[in-house]
T-cell receptor, first 116, second 115 residues
Framework: KAGVTQTPRYLIKTRGQQVTLSCSPI?????VSWYQQTPGQGLQFLFE???????NKGNFPGRFSGRQFSNSRSEMNVSTLELGDSALYLC???????????????FGPGTRLTVL | AQTVTQSQPEMSVQEAETVTLSCTYD???????LFWYKQPPSRQMILVIR??????QNATENRFSVNFQKAAKSFSLKISDSQLGDAAMYFC????????????FGKGTRLSVIA
């Protein structure tokens, strides 16, 4: 099976712009989670989607949003970019049946976002 | 809220030797999963090993094994016969088995392998 894919791998934007990142989960996986990784804050949870519904959300401002499509692919959007949004954005997928608890998450290679 | 602590920011090991990375966690739950992920310079987060809290037997995956001490809330990773390719950041992570909660990560341990 192909792994989790993320596009693009690298992005350079300027402050005030918006950006959309894409994630395609492993075939058959229905849950997609997004994490932000920075040297200072480490790995922080953004949100999780399951069957096109946001199931969980981290402590990030409303500028960060996401969605999931019927084929389980997910996108996250960041509007009005700030310098502090520069980070590696990781997507992870899992089987995660509805209502179930933990399931192993498999990560994509990440998208490196640089905000100038 | 659950927390995961990795007290060793950096470690090094000679090639072919054994190294143990430490992880402790804090939770009031009894049913959960613990994971070790490896992140090499490529930044791809790779699952190394997973432990289910209700299983007393320590998980093993080839050269990787864990020492899971539930009462002490400790979950260390042992890497045997270290190889140059083992050099990476290692993250310990926790996830509740009961509730839909995200992975909670430690700050990571950077492992260097010396030839």
């Amino acid at each position: 099976k192909a792994g989790v894919t993320q596009t693009p791998r690298y992005l350079i934007k300027t402050r005030g712009q918006q950006v959309t990142l894409s994630c395609s989960p492993i075939s058959g996986h229905r849950s997609v989670s997004w994490y932000q990784q920075t040297p200072g804050q480490g790995l922080q949870f953004l949100f999780e989607y399951f069957s096109e519904t946001q199931r969980n959300k981290g402590n990030f401002p409303g500028r960060f949003s996401g969605r999931q499509f019927s084929n389980s692919r997910s996108e996250m959007n960041v509007s009005t970019l700030e310098l502090g949004d520069s980070a590696l954005y990781l997507c992870a997928s899992s089987l995660a049946h509805s209502g179930a608890g933990a399931d192993t998450q498999y990560f994509g290679p990440g998208t490196r976002l640089t905000v100038l | 809220a659950q927390t995961v602590t990795q007290s060793q920011p950096e470690m090094s090991v000679q090639e072919a030797e054994t190294v143990t990375l430490s992880c402790t966690y804090d939770t009031s739950e009894s049913d959960y999963y613990l994971f070790w992920y490896k992140q090499p310079p490529s930044r791809q987060m790779i699952l190394v090993i997973r432990q289910e809290a209700y299983k007393q037997q320590n998980a093993t995956e080839n050269r990787f094994s864990v020492n899971f001490q539930k009462a002490a809330k400790s979950f260390s990773l042992k890497i045997s016969d270290s190889q140059l390719g083992d050099a990476a950041m290692y993250f310990c992570a926790y996830r509740s088995r009961i509730r839909n909660t995200p992975l909670v990560f430690g700050k990571g341990t950077r492992l260097s392998v010396i030839a």
